[in-house]
């Protein structure tokens, strides 16, 4: 896990945490991106002009095919990659419609807490993954 310092210039990124019973949702990112095929949450970056919902609303319609309502803050994460440093939110979030589709990602899986050491994901989930672990233990 990155420590790093709380950059004005890091990129805001969000992403959604979905459960659905005792399991949460993860994506396979595609080949042709950075950090390729590592697993993540599904999110990606706010645009100018827009509250972190909105970004979190509009990133699950074009990732997933799927209306999410963001409910709370679970996480507030910074890290630094090689090519950027990101300040991530996550969301607590509720599918209100529609049904995962991979649109963007290569695969998806709904896991237990218990199979998150089975897949390898972005380094900057693993604060999330860990209070996940916390959360459940």
């Known amino acids: 896990m990155s420590k790093c310092t709380e950059d004005a210039k890091a990129v805001e990124v969000v992403a959604a945490l979905i459960w659905n019973d005792e399991r949460f949702m993860i994506c396979r990112r595609p080949e042709n991106k950075a950090r390729a095929l590592l697993w993540e949450f599904v999110g990606g970056k706010v645009e100018q ?5 909105e970004a979190l609303v509009r ?3 074009e990732e997933l095919g799927i209306e999410v ?16 440093n990101i300040h991530l939110t996550v969301f607590n979030s509720k599918i209100v419609s ?16 218990d199979e998150i050491c089975k897949y390898d994901f972005c380094p900057a989930d693993e604060a999330v993954l860990a209070k996940i672990r916390e959360n459940r233990d």
């Open 98 to 113: 529609g049904t995962p589709k991979m649109i963007e990602h290569c695969d998806l899986k709904w896991i237990l807490p």
């Open 69 to 84: 309502r963001p409910l709370n803050i679970f996480l507030d994460v910074f890290h630094d990659y090689p090519d950027m």
């Open 49 to 53: 002009g827009e509250t972190k919902e």
């Open 59 to 61: 990133e699950c319609r």
